[in-house]
Structures are given as C-alpha cells and as structure tokens.
C-alpha cells in the first residue's frame, strides 16, 4: 500500500491528458509581478524593465499554456531573459528548453540540483512525465546561498532552503507599483513526498530529512508581504485571483504580511505530521 503522501501519478491521468482544461489567465499579482502558471502548479513573470524573469516553467504538457499565458499577460516570450527555478522536478522545468529555444535565456537552478542532475538523474522524475518527452538541461548558472540575481531594476535574493531537493532555493524581491513598494517571497518547495518512507527506499534520501525544519526556520524572519507558491494551492492562487477580479476596488489579497508565517507554521505541521502518522502506521493508503 503507497503512503498517502507519496506522489501518486495516478491522481494526475487527467491533467496530463487533458493540460487545456487547467488553464488559467495570467494577471497582475501586483505592480510588476505576474501570474503565469496553471491550476496545479505556479509561474511568475517579473518585468524588470530591461527584460523579463521567469520563474519555473511548469510540466512538459503545459508549456504551450504557458506560452499562451505570457503573450496574454501582454509580453514577449522571447523577451525573457533569466530563467529561474525553486528546484530540480520536472513539474517546475518542463518548459525551460523550449523558452530558452525562444528567448535565449539564461538558465538558473541550485547547484545540489544541477549536481542532481549530473549523478542522480533519476531524482528529477522525470519518469512520471507520462504522455510527453522530456530531458534535463544544463543550468547556466548554479546557485548558492545568499545569491542575488539582478537585472534592470529588480534584485532576487537566492536562499538555499534544502528538504524538498537538496537544491530548493527560496526567492526574495521587490515588486512595486509606482511609489508602493512590497516583497514576494517564494518558498521553492515544501513537498513531503520526496520525505516519505516510500520516496526514501527507493532513492536513498533519508538524509533529505534533516535539513527540511531548519530549512523553514531559516527564512522565519523574512518580511515578506506577498507570499508566492510553486503550487497555487499554497497561496489559494486562484481563490485570490478571483477576489482581485471581482472587487477591484478592494484591498489586494495577496498582501497579507502575516501570511508567510503562516505558510511556514503549515509546512512545519505537515512534516511532522507525515512523521507522526509513519511511527503509528496511518500513512498507508
């Protein structure tokens, strides 16, 4: 029996069949920070004034959507010229190499996870693609902690945040509108599905365990007013989206100070609750 925590590619047949019917519109998040990603999993767009970030490109089998999404969201695809991942799974690069084919951007990714790739190739999953073809890249850039990406007039902070992948890296910048200026804050991956005991007898990782509470801990003390998700259930991307549609003339709902704590103190939970139900035998299907 699968643990209830394990990533079960069954639950995904749909999606994988039939990516089109997860589309979501891109839109504003605020100032110059865009939404760009689907209903499963997240992609941001930053105008820097001097070119475009992007942040994760989605599965294999959405990056025609996401391609869709940035021309809507009024830009140029091949105007993108960094391109930055949370880590190395192939739901967050699957459409890098046809955006670099389009643009020729500059590839980023956390150097445990490039290294990830050159050693443990197997660790990026590629194999629960299904339906699609896919291959690694070679990252441009491998990250360290304490990084800063710059590019016109934005400045992403690069903080490693292993647990997920020994290569997370969790994102830190200004986005502004005008004079109001505000922080996004991105946690590159709070997953506990490489943390699980089924994960870790098949790969070997249950290193990977040590370092996901400290990783949380780490960034505790940001002061982020915009929390992001890799996901778009870790932040209700949608259900947000929806009330900046309908009451425009409200407050944002994606500035919520108090929020990244929150995500924090939800993740903690979930870890240790994965841990807790392992001791007592309820994290079987």
Request: glycine share 8%.
């Amino acid at each position: 029996m699968p643990s209830k925590y394990a990533f079960l590619i069954e639950k995904y047949d749909h999606f994988y069949r039939y990516p089109e019917q997860y589309r979501m519109k891109p839109f504003k998040i605020f100032g110059n920070l865009y939404f760009v990603g689907n209903a499963d999993v997240g992609s941001y767009l930053i105008d820097t004034g001097d070119g475009l970030i992007l942040i994760d490109t989605t599965y294999p089998t959405t990056r025609a959507l996401l391609v869709q999404s940035i021309w809507e969201a009024g830009f140029n695809p091949g105007e993108i010229k960094y391109i930055l991942h949370t880590h190395g799974h192939f739901d967050h690069f699957g459409g890098t190499q046809f955006i670099v084919s389009l643009s020729g951007a500059k590839t980023f990714l956390g150097a445990p996870d490039a290294e990830m790739f050159r050693q443990r190739p197997e660790m990026a999953l590629i194999s629960d693609t299904r339906y699609t073809y896919l291959e690694l890249f070679t990252p441009d850039v491998e990250l360290k902690d304490g990084d800063i990406i710059s590019l016109g007039k934005t400045s992403i902070r690069a903080i490693a945040t292993p647990g997920h992948t020994m290569g997370v890296m969790t994102y830190i910048f200004d986005v502004a509108d005008g004079k109001e200026i505000h922080t996004a804050g991105l946690y590159g991956g709070i997953g506990v599905n490489t943390l699980c005991r089924d994960f870790i007898d098949n790969y070997g990782n249950m290193n990977y365990r040590n370092f996901y509470l400290d990783s949380l801990e780490k960034v505790r003390g940001e002061k982020v007013d915009i929390l992001l998700g890799n996901h778009t259930e870790q932040n209700s991307t949608k259900k947000k989206y929806e009330e900046m549609r309908d009451n425009p003339a409200e407050k944002n709902p994606f500035i919520q100070p108090h929020e990244w704590n929150d995500f924090l103190d939800f993740a903690t939970e979930l870890f240790n609750r994965m841990l807790r139900d392992e001791e007592d035998g309820t994290d079987q299907i």
